[in-house]
């Protein structure tokens, strides 16, 4: 398939009043954190559903999707990754292709849903047995969204109970002056506690003091109301 064809399929599905509201939704006016963005009006099942009828996109095709002005095309594109990378026939050859192609387009994915919806399954996922330094680059490098890449990919082992990059890197970012940072750090520290609740207390009791507010509330959103209301008092 083509991205010419994969655009006529998303834009045969947009509707006017639906991208004005996503304008909105995802905060493209002057100054805010998606500033231009332009939008088809597609909602994400329409945009999954137009994904996996053409997972046999190749690269060149995808990577004119991913420069697309369009937030859906680009978001069609990294979904076809995904979902290239989750096919049980993939070989380790072609999910590598995958995760490098993902990382050479990261800045394209370029507001909070892109990453969120495809970050754990391709570079946490490639990641899980594999060194993990690239995370702590990314945390590092001042970019926004790889920030947030390097955060929310580690969902993939939290899955397998595997907590130590997410605390560490929670660490790391925990005076990120962003809300869109606090939020992430504070979901991920939210699924760790959703699968060991002593190892987010103890990293609580630890830096409760420290964590934006925002980031706190997330991560203790589960918590009984009584501890709740012990740790924002830390604040």
Not at 74 to 84: D, Q
Not at 91 to 118: G, H
Not at 182 to 208: C, I, P, S
């Amino acid at each position: 398939m083509t991205a010419a064809f994969i655009l006529s399929e998303l834009q045969s599905v947009g509707t006017p009043e639906k991208a004005v509201h996503l304008s909105r939704f995802f905060k493209t006016g002057p100054g805010q954190y998606g500033e231009g963005d332009q939008f088809l009006g597609v909602v994400v099942p329409q945009t999954r559903s137009i994904a996996k009828a053409n997972q046999a996109t190749p690269f060149d095709e995808l990577q004119l999707l991913l420069d697309s002005p369009w937030h859906e095309a680009r978001l069609c594109a990294l979904l076809i990754l995904v979902y290239r990378f989750q096919n049980r026939k993939a070989t380790s050859e072609e999910r590598e292709a995958i995760f490098r192609f993902y990382l050479k387009n990261m800045r394209r994915c370029n507001n909070w849903d892109l990453v969120d919806l495809t970050c754990r399954d391709i570079v946490g996922e490639y990641l899980v047995d594999k060194d993990r330094s690239l995370l702590y680059r990314l945390a590092e490098s001042g970019n926004l969204w790889e920030q947030r890449i390097s955060i929310v990919s580690t969902w993939a082992f939290i899955r397998r109970n595997d907590f130590g990059d997410t605390l560490e890197l929670s660490e790391r970012l925990i005076g990120h002056t962003h809300d869109l940072m606090h939020k992430a750090v504070g979901w991920m520290l939210r699924e760790v506690g959703k699968k060991d609740r002593q190892t987010l207390t103890d990293f609580l009791e630890r830096n409760a003091t420290r964590l934006p507010r925002t980031a706190l509330r997330y991560a203790i959103e589960h918590y009984p109301e009584p501890e709740r209301h012990y740790f924002l008092k830390k604040r």
